[in-house]
């Protein structure tokens, strides 16, 4: 599978700015997503990335909050904007193997724990 | 209905023992099924995907799917403390979107 980094690993931030999370692959890959993972909760999927075009994004996550790029096949960015402490969170890239026979089986990157105070 | 449950609580088993794992998903439609398991800190790691009925081993994991009774689980033979962990049930419903349930803790006693 690819190897995946996040940069930061962890981050602190003040109430009302932003944070922008880079997620780093070491092989192209098509699709790229963005998860978030509330503390106790599961992953919950914010948007697909897609390289060339906007993102995706799921019910409830919207581009002002949450814009995301994909200059090319092995980078994306996620910022968090105006942050609150609801956005306390870590944050997860993950990559779609590619090839025939794949059924979506998705791997993660090592996340990004955020605290808003 | 949520759509992938994982209702059990956590789950302790002796060390040796076979853990049982089970998960329902809402969605008839959904097409492939996967088990990550994630340490405290860590991201999830991927252990089994499934997408025929059936059982299908690795190791010491076997997942097994059902898709008229909508549920998929994972049992793990002779359970090691190295497994204790979190363990997430997820399905592809298509458009390569993967719903996660909100997972079961496992405790292996030595």
């Known amino acids: 599978s690819a190897v995946i980094s996040q940069k930061p690993s962890r981050d602190i931030c003040q109430r009302g700015t932003s944070l922008t999370i880079q997620c780093q692959v070491d092989s192209q890959v098509t699709m790229m997503f963005w998860y978030r993972q509330q503390p106790g909760q599961s992953l919950t999927l914010i948007a697909t990335?897609?390289?060339?075009?906007?993102?995706?994004?799921e019910s409830g996550f919207v581009i002002d909050k949450f814009p995301i790029s994909r200059p090319n096949l092995t980078f994306s960015t996620l910022t968090v904007s105006n942050m609150s402490p609801e956005d306390s969170s870590i944050y997860l890239c993950?990559?779609?193997?590619?090839?025939?026979?794949?059924?979506?089986?998705?791997?993660f990157g090592p996340g990004t724990r955020l605290t808003v105070l | 209905q949520k759509e992938v449950e994982q209702n059990s609580g956590p789950l302790s088993v002796p060390e040796g023992a076979i853990a049982s794992l089970n998960c329902t998903y809402s969605?008839?439609?959904?097409?492939?099924f996967f088990w990550y398991r994630q340490y405290s800190g860590k991201s999830p790691e991927l252990i089994m995907f499934?997408?025929?009925?059936g059982d299908k081993e690795d190791g010491r994991f076997t997942a097994q799917l059902n898709k008229a009774s909508q549920y998929v689980s994972l049992l793990i033979r002779d359970s090691q403390p190295s497994d204790s962990a979190t363990y997430l049930c997820a399905v592809n419903n298509g458009n390569n979107r993967l719903a996660f349930g909100k997972g079961n803790q496992v405790v292996v006693i030595p």
């Open positions: 990335a897609n390289q060339g075009s906007e993102a995706t994004y």
């Open positions: 499934i997408y025929s009925n």
């Open positions: 993950s990559v779609r193997r590619g090839g025939s026979g794949a059924h979506n089986e998705q791997f």
């Open positions: 969605d008839r439609g959904s097409q492939s």
